[in-house]
Nanobody, 124 residues
């Protein structure tokens, strides 16, 4: 089974930037759709962005991050990235990447493999 490991989280001040990484092992990411999700304390899991295996399709599901977050992938490194700019305190959450082969979706059930998450805290 595809294994995913997120990294790059941490504490950042409002207005700062972070780049999260999602590295895959055991299988190539080339044919997988990758989605980024987050879950803030006391809130439901929120789908953020998705990129297809060919990188030709990118979908941003969350209005709250449009213009600030972007997704990219480097299939040679078997890694997908989430670039987060202009971070706000409300971006504080546990961030997950997930892989699937059913097409981009903000719905959890479309993804069969999940990482354990990386914590992002935005605070002064």
């Amino acid at each position: 089974q595809l294994q995913l490991v997120e990294s790059g989280g941490g504490l950042v001040q409002p207005g700062g930037s972070l780049r999260l990484s999602c590295e895959a092992s055991r299988f190539s990411l080339d044919y997988y759709v990758i989605g980024w999700f987050r879950q803030a304390p006391g809130k439901e899991l929120e789908g953020l962005l998705c990129k297809s295996g060919s990188a030709t399709v990118t979908i941003n599901y969350a209005d709250s991050v449009k213009g600030r977050f972007s997704i990219s992938r480097d299939n040679a490194k078997n890694t997908v990235y989430l670039q987060m700019n202009s971070l706000k305190p409300e971006d504080t959450a546990l961030y997950y990447c997930a892989a699937g082969n059913r097409g981009c979706s903000s719905t959890m059930r479309y993804y069969s493999s999940w990482g354990r998450g990386t914590q992002v805290t935005v605070s002064s």
